[in-house]
């Protein structure tokens, strides 16, 4: 449940899926991007961070409907939504899905 | 149930709660400033009655923790849900003397909803069904239970309950903000059933009876997503700062699969 806890998992995860294009980008919903910036120094995460200090009154956090973390969303090459997850566990899975041709995903049917 | 599922379930529906208690009106300009007066008038008489009924509610409440501690033990001796004398069905009925006591009330409404809360997480369908079946349309209780029996039809994998009832309580009842609620919990139904036009009418429909009240907030939350979060929608775009002070753009990673990690050191 805790992002901190998950840092090592999504960790792996890039360097596996790096190769394979996978790319990841980090909105952390601190209060302060100093301390964002400590953390990724000590922990070496290395893909990019932004935190506008703003926690989940923030641009992009209401963008995307977020009041909780973690909360992840897979983006397929398309730029199409893949899957919303509560955590990094069900990630390995997904990336799999979206990396695992160049085929895109069949958008949902919508009729409205 | 294996008693892992059961703690789950106990956490998810904790995350639920965080998440609907935080929930803001996330769909763009719904009626903030508009219905701020009006809103005040509502509130006003609503808080006398809540300070009023200030003992009854910590009841409940102490009820409550007693209820969910005892649960909590229960499932760490390795209690399992298909076990006689699950600690929630006398938790339920303790709760159910405090809803009795004091009828049509807010702390029957909570006591009702969290009664049955405890034995749908410990899988008590049956009895479920009986207790609800007996709270007439025009109980305050529905504006919890709407959403308590979305979460057991899920646990029970099994809607046809659900849809009857929630649409009979639509049809019966007349009370602007129970009927905003049971469309909302509708909706998420639809929603989690890939019926988008009818999830869709089901948060306008809360929207239009509710929008500054919870059900309202949630729908229009509920709203925001099925329309611009969906899978196989767009993902939003947008441009920021990263912390290095280098400009990103969602544009720059086209074709390239993308995880976007919400989170916090905290």
Known sequence: MDCVAEVPLLKELYSKYRSRGVEIVGISLDDEGSKVERFVAEKGISWPQICDGKADTGAIPKLYNVTGTPDLFVIDRAGNLAARLMSAKQLERQIEEVTASNALPPRQQRDF | ?266
């Open chain 2, 1 to 266: 149930m294996s008693t892992s599922n059961a703690t789950e379930g106990w956490i998810l529906a904790a995350r639920r709660r965080a998440i609907g208690s935080r929930a803001r009106t996330e769909a763009p300009g719904i009626v903030k400033r508009r219905l701020g007066v009006c809103l005040i008038a509502l509130l006003a008489p609503a808080a006398l009655v809540v300070a009023q009924q200030t003992p009854v509610v910590n009841h409940v409440a102490d009820v409550l923790r007693q209820a969910r501690q005892e649960v909590s033990d229960f499932q760490k001796a390795g209690g399992k849900n298909t076990d006689p004398g699950h600690p929630a069905e006398k938790w339920a009925q303790e709760l159910w003397k405090l809803r009795d006591a004091s009828p049509g009330t807010a702390d029957a409404a909570k006591a009702t909803t969290e009664a049955v809360r405890l034995l749908v997480y410990a899988d008590r369908f049956a009895e479920v069904q009986t207790r609800v079946d007996r709270i007439l349309p025009e109980d305050p209780a529905w504006q919890g239970l709407a959403r308590v029996l979305l979460d057991s039809a899920s646990r029970q994998k099994s809607y046809t309950y659900f849809f009857a009832k929630l649409q009979a309580i639509l049809s019966d009842a007349k009370d602007a903000t129970t009927r905003a609620a049971v469309q909302t919990a509708l909706g998420r139904a639809f929603r989690g059933q890939g019926e988008e036009k009818k999830a869709e009418a089901a948060f306008r429909a809360a929207i239009d009876l509710a929008a500054h009240l919870s059900p309202g907030k949630e729908a229009a939350s509920q709203l925001y997503e099925l329309l611009h979060l969906s899978v196989g929608q767009p993902a939003p775009t947008f441009s920021a700062t990263m912390i290095s002070g280098a400009k990103l753009s969602l544009a720059d990673y086209s074709s390239k699969p993308l995880v976007l990690v919400f989170w916090g050191t905290y």
